[in-house]
């Protein structure tokens, strides 16, 4: 990239937004302002900062001693900012191997606790189910992914009873969620729209 100069040929400081380029910032908890490199991948599209601040703020309450499960993970900055913020645990699914061994790379910088699962985020969730108390479902974007995603999620048993569920979808297309999904929240930026849905299950506590 071209560097431009003053007119004293001194160059000119980076702005806040070139320093962090290439970066992940964790924006709360016990790894707040931690700076994290991320992959140069094709297609990577982290969830903004301003949007990733206002979800956490709606789970200020709902994380801690949490098992989280970040599908799509991509640079895994959901996952890695539920376990800043008192998760006890993180499981990341993404299918590029790369991406993955970064995500992994970045946990052990934190001492942090998860695990990388190298795979598609379908075919992760038709195999056997472990409930998860809050999820992150963040597919790329104008593939129709989000609707099979939630619809696995529910039919093979990966949300506990009281289970958080948030989708971030591009604006133009809501996903279809199951019936006992309930809106709780919900945020626009640009290009995407993120929703956190609350799990309520039957009485009997069966699938909806």
Not at 2 to 29: V, W
Not at 31 to 44: E, K, M, N, Q, Y
Not at 55 to 60: G, I, M, Q
Not at 153 to 171: C, F, K, Q
């Amino acid at each position: 990239m071209t560097r431009q100069r003053s007119s004293r040929t001194r160059r000119t400081a980076p702005s806040s937004k070139e320093r962090s380029r290439g970066k992940l910032r964790i924006i709360g908890g016990r790894f707040r302002r931690r700076l994290l490199p991320v992959a140069d991948s094709p297609g990577l599209r982290p969830t903004p900062d301003r949007v990733r601040e206002t979800l956490f703020n709606w789970l200020a309450f709902d994380l801690a001693g949490r098992h989280v499960l970040d599908l799509f993970a991509g640079t895994g900055a959901l996952g890695l900012e539920a376990l800043s913020r008192g998760a006890e645990r993180a499981r990341f699914v993404e299918s590029d191997a790369g991406v993955a061994r970064l995500i992994e790379a970045n946990l052990a910088t934190l001492g942090a606790t998860g695990q990388v699962v190298v795979r598609d985020a379908l075919d992760f969730l038709d195999e056997p189910a472990t409930p998860f108390g809050v999820v992150f479902l963040d597919p790329p974007f104008r593939r129709e992914l989000a609707g099979p995603a939630c619809d696995l999620l529910e039919r093979r048993g990966w949300l506990a009873n009281d289970a958080l569920i948030y989708v971030e979808t591009e604006a133009e297309l809501p996903p279809q969620v199951p019936g006992c999904w309930t809106l709780h929240r919900e945020v626009k930026a640009g290009d995407s729209h993120g929703r956190l849905y609350r799990r309520l299950p039957s009485a009997s506590g069966d699938a909806c």
